[in-house]
């Protein structure tokens, strides 16, 4: 019996890291499922159309049950406000992530995310929602943290460098140095050209971050809004791929990948993997979570190399470890400076609680 009590106590102790690591592999899953949807030809406005139909249909019915007591009333002015919002974060950030896939890997889709944070860091400043103090450790470890995550950005997206030998046992994973130097010189301009795209589209999800905090603060029904957001997004990714393309017969889904990753991304990615992090949240913090977010991009590479067959370059690489690293300094950073302003607190607290008792003693005296 004591040692049944140890395992269960060890798997629960655990279970936060075994949801990270799910989650991870969901991201990662995304990306390849998304990827493999795109070189197969679907158009990525129907495919974005299509994923928040699903993810709305999966949030749908966890959103009446959960929240249908507590959700409060909804305003014609704060359903327009949700409708801007909706626009500029979700619709735009992901139309513009999956043309980027057109032209670029599964790989950098997901190297290109650990951008988020620094991006947002630097929207967080220009809005004076964040401040910048160089004259402590941790003020000088974000500005450098998010210099180093923008370089890194930079060189994945200028700069792809030679192959990584170690993959010459895959003989299509070096078809494109087959071509003539015009082929390769139009495939790197793609590739910036898609790098380019990737990063404005963390640009507009940076963006949908910071309006999250007042929306959600005139509407505190997380669930709810969250499906209302995805249900905005599809009408208007629906208006959008319609106005594009009008051919019906690209909305057509068979038995294949295209069914498939849209079903994924709407209900896995959307539906699972939101309830997954902010159970997370709860047990382990925000950080715990940021501190994964690069293991979706080693599973996505290796995944990458081996399924998809390709290539890996060590521009890639070691832009994605500059990424990473400024990551890590950012976290690092905005952990200390939570810590200092908790023992500011603490301390402040103490000297008026010492204040008030030698009041006290006064008045008895």
């Not at 040692?3 to 990306?31: D, N, T």
């Not at 991304?265 to 690069?294: D, M, N, R, S």
């Not at 952990?335 to 500011?344: P, Y």
Request: a positive charge.
């Amino acid at each position: 019996m004591k040692v049944f009590l140890g395992q269960f106590m060890l798997i629960e102790s655990h279970k936060p890291y075994l949801a990270m690591l799910a989650i991870q592999f969901a991201y990662a899953g995304m990306a390849l499922f998304s990827k493999a949807s795109m070189d197969r030809g679907m158009n990525p406005y129907i495919f974005v159309a299509y994923r928040q139909a699903f993810a709305s249909l999966a949030l749908a019915p966890l959103a009446f049950f959960l929240e249908r007591n507590k959700a409060p009333p909804l305003s014609y002015i704060l359903l327009c406000k949700i409708f801007l919002v909706s626009l500029c974060g979700l619709t735009l950030s992901l139309n513009l992530y999956y043309t980027a896939l057109n032209y670029t890997s599964a790989t950098i889709a997901v190297a290109s995310t650990n951008t988020i944070p620094a991006i947002t860091f630097i929207m967080a400043v220009f809005m004076r929602m964040e401040s910048v103090s160089l004259k402590q450790q941790y003020g000088v470890a974000k500005v450098l943290g998010t210099v180093t995550c923008v370089s890194g950005a930079l060189i994945v997206a200028l700069y792809k460098g030679p192959s990584l030998k170690f993959l010459n046992w895959c003989p299509s994973v070096h078809k494109e140095f087959s071509h003539s130097s015009v082929i390769n010189s139009s495939h790197k301009m793609e590739w910036v050209k898609g790098s380019l795209i990737m990063l404005s589209a963390n640009t507009a999800w940076s963006l949908w971050l910071i309006l999250q905090g007042p929306i959600i603060k005139m509407y505190p029904s997380k669930l709810r809004l969250t499906t209302l957001q995805c249900a905005f997004s599809c009408i208007q990714s629906a208006i959008l791929a319609v106005s594009l393309d009008r051919n019906p017969s690209s909305w057509k889904l068979g038995w294949d990948v295209h069914l498939l990753s849209v079903a994924y991304c709407g209900i896995i990615v959307t539906g699972l993997t939101y309830w997954l992090q902010v159970w997370c949240i709860e047990k382990k913090g925000p950080v715990f979570i940021a501190l994964f977010t690069p293991l979706a991009l080693l599973i996505t590479a290796i995944f990458s190399a081996f399924m998809w067959k390709d290539t890996l370059h060590w521009g890639s690489v070691g832009g994605a470890m500059l990424l990473v690293g400024g990551l890590y300094s950012v976290l690092w950073g905005k952990k200390k400076e939570k810590e200092m302003e908790t023992c500011g607190i603490t301390e402040a607290r103490q000297i008026e609680a010492e204040e008030e008792t030698r009041l006290e003693c006064i008045t008895q005296q």
